[in-house]
């Protein structure tokens, strides 16, 4: 049977959003998949390449891309976003899954706890 438990983390908030950029972030979570072109990005959300191009030149964060991203491929979220710390957890905890936990208000992101999931 499957176990969930939340933690809080409690950590105070951060202006991750000036440490942020859109460009980065998106050619981080190309890194994660190992693409070497932007339209292959595009084809693995299943988007127009213009599209994608709009993401990278309007500068709007593209957090639902990171989510995506490290919900797929277990990448630390703070990495994806920010470059800090290390790409991957070090814990091997076997059956094991964490997921950061953020709020976004205000232009402020939050880590706000870790969702574990055992099964």
């Known amino acids: 049977m499957p176990v969930l438990a939340l933690v809080n983390t409690e950590m105070p908030f951060m202006d991750f959003e000036s440490q942020i950029s859109n460009e980065e972030v998106l050619d981080q979570i190309c890194q994660v998949y190992g693409f070497s072109q932007k339209i292959q990005l595009a084809n693995h959300f299943d988007i127009a390449a213009s599209t994608l191009q709009n993401r990278y030149t309007r500068g709007n964060v593209s957090y639902d891309f990171a ?53």
């Open 67 to 119: 989510a995506h991203c490290a919900l797929e491929t277990g990448v630390n979220t703070r990495w994806i976003l920010t470059g800090e710390g290390s790409q991957r957890s070090d814990e091997s905890a076997g059956s094991c899954n964490r997921l950061q936990i953020f709020t976004l208000s205000e232009g402020r992101l939050a880590e706000i706890g870790i969702l574990i999931y055992w099964s």
